[in-house]
């Protein structure tokens, strides 16, 4: 069985940081694609950014020289460290997991995570 947990959310002013963690079990984080996506209230899930199984890394143009995505392939876990927080950035942060080569689609992932919420203040 696979889960996905997150951690790390909270609360920040804008130009903040915070590093979001996504603790995985029953699937290795080095063999399958990982993505981060967020989803603010009221709209769609939208892809911030993935790793793919080789660890080539890709990410949103709103995220962009912001937010990093990395993994550790001993704790089987995968990070987002954010940077130059700003208030649309606030949202619901998923931990994904896919077969898919470099996904960005929530289709093309097959596992989630439950969420951990991120609110930039301005």
């Known amino acids: 069985q696979v889960q996905l947990v997150e951690s790390g959310g909270g609360l920040v002013q804008a130009g903040g940081s915070l590093r979001l963690s996504c603790a995985a079990s029953?699937?290795?984080?080095?063999?399958?694609?990982m993505g981060w996506f967020r989803q603010a209230p009221g709209k769609e899930r939208e892809f911030a950014a993935g790793?793919?199984?080789?660890?080539?890394?890709y990410y949103a143009d709103s995220v962009k020289g912001r937010f990093t995505i990395s993994r550790s392939n001993a704790k089987n876990m995968v990070y987002l460290q954010m940077n130059s927080l700003k208030p649309e950035d606030t949202g619901v942060y998923y931990c994904?997991?896919?077969?898919?080569?470099?996904?960005?689609?929530?289709?093309?992932?097959?596992?989630w995570g439950q969420g951990t919420q991120v609110t930039v203040s301005s």
């Open positions: 029953g699937r290795t984080v080095s063999s399958y694609a």
């Open positions: 994904a997991s896919s077969w898919a080569s470099s996904p960005r689609s929530p289709a093309e992932f097959e596992y």
């Open positions: 790793i793919s199984w080789s660890g080539g890394t």
